[in-house]
T-cell receptor, first 113, second 115 residues
Framework: KQEVTQIPAALSVPEGENLVLNCSFT??????LQWFRQDPGKGLTSLLL?????REQTSGRLNASLDKSSGRSTLYIAASQPGDSATYLC????????????FGAGTRLTVKP | DAGVIQSPRHEVTEMGQEVTLRCKPI?????LFWYRQTMMRGLELLIY????????DSGMPEDRFSAKMPNASFSTLKIQPSEPRDSAVYFC?????????????FGPGTRLTVL
C-alpha cells in the first residue's frame, strides 16, 4: 500500500526566504504526483502536477521536482510571501489504478512579514 | 465555470440522524471523487465514480455510508445513521479522464459535526 510522508509537518520562515517542502512515497509505480495548497477552512487548490515521465514542473515562484526511483518530490518556493501561508499537500496517484490518489498529511507553512 | 459545488457547507446533526451531502461536479468532467479529511487520518478517498458508475468504494468506512451519482451533474453521499466519529470535512472533487487533463478540482467541502 502506498504511503506518503511529508516533512516537516510545520515550517515558519521570514518573508523573502526561499524554502523547500519535502514529500516521499514508498511505491515508485506512480502515474503522477500533484502538489496542492489548502487554506484554513477551504478546499484544495492544485498547484503543480508532474507526470511520471517528467522530472519537474514550474509555475511562477513554484518549482516541483520528482525523483521516482528514490520516491521523492520537492516543492521549492522562491521569495516567500505572507500570502503563501497555507498547508501544502502532496498526492501520489498509482500507476496500477490511476484514480487511486494517496495524500500526505501536509506541511503547514507560515511566512512572517 | 463555477467550479465544484458542495452543499451544505456546514452541517450539525445529532447521533442517529441521516445526513446527505451533495456535490455538483464541473461540467464536462466525467470522474467524481468523495474524500474525508480529519486531523487524525488526513485526507482519505472514500469512493470514486467514472461516467456515473461507482468504480471503487473500498474506502467507504462502513455500510452506514452510501454514495450515488444518478447523472453526470449530481452526486450524493449519505450517512445513515450518523455517529460522532463521522465528524469531519467531506470533499468532493472532479476531473476529466485522460492523461493531460487529469488534475482533480476540489469543492470547498462540507464540515460535518455529529453531536
Amino acid at each position: 500500500k502506498q504511503e506518503v510522508t511529508q516533512i516537516p509537518a510545520a515550517l515558519s520562515v521570514p518573508e523573502g526566504e526561499n524554502l523547500v517542502l519535502n514529500c516521499s512515497f514508498t511505491d515508485s509505480a506512480i502515474y503522477n504526483l500533484q502538489w496542492f495548497r489548502q487554506d484554513p477552512g477551504k478546499g484544495l487548490t492544485s498547484l503543480l502536477l508532474i507526470q511520471s515521465s517528467q522530472r519537474e514542473q514550474t509555475s511562477g515562484r513554484l518549482n516541483a521536482s520528482l525523483d521516482k526511483s528514490s520516491g521523492r518530490s520537492t516543492l521549492y518556493i522562491a521569495a516567500s510571501q505572507p500570502g503563501d501561508s497555507a498547508t501544502y499537500l502532496c498526492a501520489v496517484r498509482s500507476s496500477y489504478n490511476n484514480n487511486d490518489m494517496r495524500f500526505g498529511a501536509g506541511t503547514r507553512l507560515t511566512v512572517k512579514p | 465555470d463555477a467550479g465544484v459545488i458542495q452543499s451544505p457547507r456546514h452541517e450539525v446533526t445529532e447521533m442517529g440522524q441521516e445526513v446527505t451531502l451533495r456535490c455538483k461536479p464541473i461540467s464536462g468532467h466525467n470522474s467524481l471523487f468523495w474524500y474525508r479529511q480529519t486531523m487524525m487520518r488526513g485526507l482519505e478517498l472514500l469512493i470514486y465514480f467514472n461516467n456515473n458508475v461507482p468504480i471503487d468504494d473500498s474506502g467507504m468506512p462502513e455500510d452506514r455510508f452510501s454514495a450515488k451519482m444518478p447523472n453526470a451533474s449530481f452526486s450524493t453521499l449519505k450517512i445513515q445513521p450518523s455517529e460522532p466519529r463521522d465528524s469531519a470535512v467531506y470533499f468532493c472533487a472532479s476531473s476529466r479522464s485522460g492523461r493531460d487533463t487529469d488534475t482533480q478540482y476540489f469543492g470547498p467541502g462540507t464540515r460535518l459535526t455529529v453531536l
